[in-house]
Every structure is written in C-alpha cells, then in structure tokens.
C-alpha cells in the first residue's frame, strides 16, 4: 500500500505494487480502499489502469466467497461507477478487462451494451471479458453479435470467447456454419473451426467442417480441419 501511494516511485513500480497488493491472501478493506484511490483517473495512466484491473482481481475473490460479501458489493460499485465515468475508451477499456477478470454475472448487461459500442477495440475487449461469465448469460449477446460483426478482430474475439466457454448447441453449430460459409478473412475462418472442431463429435459441426475442407483454399485451415475431422470423413 505504501509503494502504490508513493510517486515517488516509477509508474511502473506502483503498478507492479497494485497487482502484489490484489493477490496479498488477506486483503482489508484498506487495502481495497488502496487500489480505489490509485484506480482514480488523477493518477498516471499505467498506475490508474492497472489498479483498476487489480480491483477486477480482487472482486474476483470476493465473488468466490473467499474475502467479505460486503467488499464483493463495494467493489461491484466501484466498477460500475468507474465504467460510467470513464472519460475516453482507453479508460473504459480498462475497465472493461477489470470487470473480465472479476467474472462477476452481475457485469454482463454493462458488457453487452458494450459489444455494440462503436469502437472495435471497445467490442473485441468486451467480448474477451464475457469469457469469464457463465455460458448461461454470456452466449446470448456473442451470438447475437457475432451476426451483426463486421471487424475481423472482434469476429475472432467473439468467436475465441464462444469456444472457450463451450456454446455448442444446435443454434450456435449453425451460426458457425453459416459465418464461415462466406467469411473472407483466413484468421475469423481459422477461429470458426476451431469452434466447430471443439463440437466436432456433433454430425452438424463435422457436416459443416468437411464442406468447409473441399472448399478451402488455405492449405493451412485445411490442415487444421483435419484435425478435427478424419480422413476417412474427408475422402
């Protein structure tokens, strides 16, 4: 706690001391206290964004029961109160990765608002966050995005996260199906069938990567499908 209030210190020094101070096994409502202060948009930039993120860190905690419900509400506040004010989308931004790393439900609502923000970094950060969200909440507003997206990067971003989380079902097999059909850019068709090929057991996911196969032209991706796919399948 001294070394994240001194400036003395390099920038990098006191952001170094906010992450150690989030992961200290019994955090005090001090030390919270601590990182709300240096999380204040009047700090240096690195100092105030790295502190936020270490208050993601620290809700995360909270929410596994394993630090005071009374601080898991408090710290609920101070994100939500710090994304509404942010003055720019680097600031919002971290914020945003602050909330991912807190993988509290109760952020996804200020998340998919988020995945219809107009910056692309905006939406690929806000996609990555709902990673750590239950499937039962966060598939909804990706798959509805990923319908909509046109940046490649956030389409690799909503697809990493879909995968990640596991959305299998028959909706989303079909949505994979359908996006990679006429998907131009090689990274989101890469991304796409390593979305089918973790549901590849499926025979919709398998029918769509072998159709993909004998239509690719990227050696490389073709590769990839086989390895989800049997050559038996492909001949």
Known sequence: MTALADESMTELDRARAAFALSDVPQPTQESARALVDAAADSQPQ???????????HLAERARA????????????????????SARDDTRAIDVVDAIGNSGDPHFVPALEERLADGSPAMREHAA???????????AAPLLTRLEAETDPGVQV??????TGLGVHEPDAIALADKQLAGQPTPEVRAALIRWLGAAADQPAA???????FHREQVPQ????????VSADDLS
């Open 221 to 228: 991706l073709q590769q990839l499908i086989g390895r989800f």
């Open 128 to 138: 990555r966050a709902l990673r750590r969200m239950a499937p039962t909440e966060a």
């Open 46 to 56: 690195m100092v105030s964004g790295t502190s936020v993120r270490a208050l993601g």
């Open 206 to 212: 398998r029918a769509a990567l072998v159709t993909q």
């Open 65 to 84: 029961r394993t630090l005071d419900p009374a601080m898991q509400q408090e710290l609920q506040r101070t994100l939500s109160q710090q994304l509404e």
């Open 157 to 162: 971003a909503l697809v990493d996260t879909l």
